[in-house]
């Protein structure tokens, strides 16, 4: 059998909008992946680290107040000055379609808003680490 | 919401049925209600006309003939100035009131230039760092008139407040003559947005701090907002949940005064709450009527209040954002205009109608617009404001808001078992009702108990919906950084000798212990442009915590 997935789940910046954070946390954990949960209040620096420090595989953010476009930027850039660039980044919460292109350009491989079922995104996290 | 995408759990029809037959807080519902009901034999006892005891009916004879609710849409978006005109485009579009968002790190007590600010600058809410924001915030509002809510994580509240007093000292308006409301509500802080930032001892101090201040200089302010009612709900509660948690928090925040030594008719008299409009007329309707009569009847047998005033239970409300949903984003303009209704319906004293795109984006100018447009729809055209408690006497009306009422008692008798709110808050109990009352309402959804258009019922592919008529709310580019560059410009040109003054009196002040109001010295502070930062980081490591609450700064004074 391979590698346990092992994916951090982190919400950026101030917002304190946790549940859908802890509902994508305890359905990765439910398909028997590896879950950090970092919780609220993190800067992209902290995420970068943990995911470092921890050899994740996958990081998940979640954004319910509008900072997504102005943080996710912020963190692929120092992910690239950490040498972290092999790992994908997926995004849930409170984003309009109009933002969804431009979060895929900057680097985000999967955006999951509102019905995305918990099983589209376990199945997308198997399938996008299992590349 | 995880349901998109499955099928609907229900189809309309033909000869299709009322689903369900209890109310959204799941009371029982008979299939109609006659005299008896009603409870007509102690009607002067337990209900009395509008503006008697125990004002089940309404705090006054006339209501909305004296004076229509408050409209009071909030804003904060982008910097000071750019909030500054979007409030006057309120003004001139009927917003009889002003209510104040921050943005997340002023709430949290941080500047615009802490890291864990970075993207969150006049995003969710205006930056307040310094008095010279508030400043630009009011520019050409005239404070001696209009009436300000300014919304707050409790803790950072006297420093917004002392701002606000500031500018009005600068321009020479009496702060005896501010009109408004500060968010006061340690408790919602803790539990609703950060439990480290807003440590509930200094909350509940600064809660006493806030009511002694106002009480004694600025008799037309509410200093004491308890803003449970409505975050607890829409985090999960259900209505007499919302008033059993409300009148309980309440009483832990007036039991804090009084041992003090502080009066209670002088606690009492500005309270205020801020309580939820739900989806259910009828049952929200009987929940304000409850918890009327509750408030009064707590506060004359209970505490031995006199004045009228602190008998009067006064309230803001605001839409349930939790009942509105993304997809088919119009529906939510009907939502509204029935929970504005209700709220009109049940005696609210300000009411704000949560935009239709609240729950895909920030609010746009048109749904602004919109929301106004159904006050004034409610007060103008339907009809609904014209008589005092128009669903007073209702068989059925009358029978539900004893029902929520002997709820709430039996929720509040469980509260007091488990020694009070702040214990049954420690011990888990509280996140544990709010938890369990999410997950019934999901299931509720899942297995059809409950039917919510465009959810589990009558839905529509996603590629089919609704596109926003007016688009998604852009942030303004540069603010962040226009902000940024304001905060250090202002650090750079104080006179920092007084700030550094303002501040080790402050340090004196909080050293002096839990009765010696800090208000004062905060005003002191603000007034010397300290910012808010150093003002809540002095006082959080003359405590003993760190600098900000998560520590990521550390003082840049020693």
């Excluded at chain 1, 431009?102 to 099983?119: A, H």
């Excluded at chain 2, 544990?432 to 039917?451: A, C, F, W």
């Amino acid at each position: 059998m391979s590698k346990r997935i092992k994916a951090v789940i982190s919400k950026l910046g101030l917002d304190s909008h946790e549940r859908g954070a802890k509902l994508v946390a305890s359905a990765l954990k439910d398909a028997g992946m590896e879950v950090v949960y970092l919780g609220s209040f993190q800067i992209p620096e902290n995420v970068v680290k943990t995911a470092i420090q921890e050899d994740a595989d996958i990081i998940g953010l979640s954004c319910h107040s509008g900072e997504h476009l102005t943080l996710v930027p912020i963190l692929f850039e120092i992910m690239k000055e950490k040498g972290l660039k092999n790992i994908p980044v997926i995004i849930g919460g409170v984003i309009p379609k109009e933002n969804v292109e431009e979060l895929k350009r900057l680097g985000i491989s999967g955006v999951f808003t509102y019905g995305t079922t918990m099983d589209q995104v376990v199945e997308f996290v198997e399938n996008i680490c299992s590349k | 919401m995880e349901l998109m995408g499955k099928k609907d759990v229900a189809e309309p029809g033909y000869r299709e049925k009322v689903r369900r037959t209890k109310s959204w807080s799941a009371i029982d519902l008979k299939e109609t209600y006659s005299p008896g009901d009603a409870d007509e034999d102690n009607y002067k006892k337990n209900i009395g006309d509008p503006g008697q005891y125990p004002f089940t009916r309404g705090i006054y004879p006339n209501m909305y003939r004296g004076k229509l609710w408050t409209r009071r849409q909030p804003w904060g978006f982008g910097t000071p100035e750019d909030t500054n005109k979007q409030m006057k485009y309120l003004i001139s579009h009927g917003n009889t009131g002003l209510m104040v968002f921050r943005d997340q790190p002023t709430m949290h007590g941080l500047d615009s230039d802490h890291p864990l600010a970075r993207g969150e600058v006049g995003v969710s809410g205006v930056p307040l760092v310094s008095m010279d924001d508030m400043e630009d915030l009011f520019d050409d509002i005239p404070l001696d008139e209009i009436s300000s809510t300014l919304l707050c994580a409790s803790v950072v509240s006297p420093v917004i407040l002392a701002q606000y007093i500031a500018v009005a000292k600068k321009r020479g308006i009496s702060m005896s003559k501010l009109r408004g409301t500060i968010s006061n509500d340690p408790i919602m802080s803790h539990v609703c947005y950060s439990d480290v930032a807003n440590p509930p001892k200094l909350g509940v101090k600064i809660w006493g701090d806030l009511v002694e201040y106002c009480g004694e200089n600025m008799p037309l302010w509410h200093a004491a907002y308890v803003s449970s009612c409505y975050n607890m709900r829409d985090y999960g509660l259900d209505a007499p949940e919302e008033v059993a948690f409300g009148l309980k928090i309440a009483a832990t925040f007036i039991d804090g005064c009084l041992e003090r030594g502080m009066d209670i008719d002088n606690v009492a008299r500005r309270m205020s709450f801020y309580c939820a409009a739900g989806i259910d007329i009828f049952e929200e309707v009987a929940k304000y009527r409850a918890m009327r009569r509750m408030w009064a009847k707590m506060l004359k047998e209970k505490y031995g209040a006199k004045d009228k005033g602190s008998l009067q239970f006064k309230f803001a409300v605001q839409c349930a954002g939790h009942s509105l949903i993304p997809q088919q984003p119009l529906n939510n303009i009907a939502r509204t205009s029935f929970e504005t209704l209700a709220a009109v319906l049940g005696g609210a004293q300000s009411i704000f109608t949560t935009t239709f795109v609240e729950p895909v984006c920030l609010p746009t100018k048109d749904a602004q617009r919109t929301s106004l447009a159904i006050q004034g729809i409610v007060a103008h055209e339907t009809g609904a404001a014209a008589v005092a408690d128009p669903l007073g006497g209702s068989y059925y009306v009358e029978q539900l808001t004893n029902a929520v009422e002997e709820k709430a008692t039996g929720i509040m008798e469980q509260i007091d078992k488990l020694g009070g709110f702040i214990s049954a808050l420690e011990g888990g109990w509280v996140q544990k009702v709010i938890d369990e009352g999410n997950q019934r309402y999901q299931k509720e959804i899942e297995n059809g108990d409950r039917l919510i258009v465009g959810l589990n019922y009558m839905s529509i592919p996603p590629e089919e919906d609704t596109v926003l008529p007016g688009g998604v709310l852009e942030i303004p580019p540069g603010t962040e950084e226009r902000q940024i560059e304001r905060v250090k410009r202002l650090k750079a040109n104080r006179n920092i000798n007084l700030v550094k003054a303002s501040l080790k009196e402050l340090t004196q002040g909080v050293a002096m212990g839990e009765n010696e109001n800090l208000m004062p010295y905060i005003l002191r502070a603000v007034e010397s442009k300290s910012t808010v930062e150093e003002i809540m980081g002095t006082i959080r490591t003359t405590l003993g915590m760190s600098w900000d609450p998560w520590g990521y700064r550390n003082s840049p004074f020693v």
